[in-house]
């Protein structure tokens, strides 16, 4: 499996072949990755098993699917799994602890925004905020009810999040860039940067 890395603004993106991924086999790739520098990352795999970058030890192994993770420095992250279960961590992922989401949605994708804020959004236009490095968390309105599937922040009060047929932006209140239509397309990533990118797919629903 290869892995690709772009610091250009995405001009570029060169495989980093030299980077090392332990993951079991070939039949548990990683699906899943977070990274504070090109040295500093976690990572987690098809069979739920959660990495340290360069770090043959699983760390943890949740019974749930997990659907992303973050962290906002070296010791303190979170995962969502299904059903609006949260874990987070405050050694680096040695140990997790189960926190309570107020949400029995599926959590889709997760995002820092400072030294110890961080979002996660998921299924119904479901966003929640933690503001203590993920151990607990509050819901956050983006007025819908579509699944939203990815969430990126610039900084503290700048974020965007995306998903079917839609995408939302947080500046000082949220607000619709984009309405859904008869041909909706399903928003699936977004980066931004110096400059922005979306992937997506089309879905016909007439």
Known sequence: YDLFYSNDGGLNWPS????????GSIFNPPIGFYFLSESLGWYFTQENEIYQYNNSGVLYKPTNNIQCLAFTNQNSGWVARQAGLILSTTDG?????SRNSGTTATLHASCTSTSNEGWIVGESGTCLHTKDNGASWKASSTGVSYGLNDVFFLDKNHGWAVGSGVIRYTGSSPSELL??????????KIG??????ISWRSVDNA
């Open 192 to 197: 931004v940067g110096t400059n922005a990118w």
């Open 16 to 23: 980093r072949s030299t980077w090392v991924f332990y993951y």
């Open 179 to 188: 309405p859904p239509t008869l041909l909706d397309p399903v928003f699936n």
């Open 93 to 97: 992922g040695s140990s997790w602890s």
